[in-house]
């Protein structure tokens, strides 16, 4: 299996640089690559503010990069936060408390994570610090 990088996965979604992305394609559709959380996350921010994609479409292009037969992520919460970036959440907030779900507890001093991920329904419980 090989790790990619963030450019490869621009290349396949955007298609902008005909010959990259069709050896982005050719390489995604014929091995097991892994794709690490940071370079999901990079690649939301590059397709937010240089190619000006709403974070919910870049959420569904994601998750559908995500679901390719050959595509691993190093975490397996990815396709939860993907989806609850569509429930409200930014990609980061996302797989951070995507990532929490071993705990019995996630804590944070951010009062619309705390607000946007109640609303999910998910576990771990979440709590304001210094608020009960």
């Known amino acids: ?3 990619i990088d963030t450019n490869i996965v621009l290349r396949l979604l955007f ?6 992305a069709k050896l982005a394609g050719d390489l995604i559709g014929n091995e097991d690559v892994l794709v690490s959380t940071c370079v999901l996350l990079e690649a939301s921010w590059i397709m937010r503010s240089v190619y000006g994609v709403a974070e919910r479409e870049v959420a ?7 679901r390719l037969p050959h595509v691993f992520t ?3 919460n990815v396709e939860t936060a993907l989806d609850w970036v569509g429930r409200g959440l930014q990609l980061d907030d996302a797989l951070i ?4 779900h071993a705990a019995s507890e996630f804590v944070t001093f951010d009062a619309r994570l705390a607000k946007r991920a109640t609303g999910l329904g998910a ?5 304001l610090l210094g608020r009960s």
């Open 123 to 127: 576990e771990p419980r979440i709590r």
């Open 97 to 100: 408390y995507a990532d929490a």
């Open 1 to 3: 299996m090989r790790a």
């Open 74 to 76: 190093t975490s397996p």
């Open 60 to 66: 569904v292009a994601l998750l559908a990069f995500v």
């Open 15 to 20: 298609q902008d640089d005909a010959e990259q």
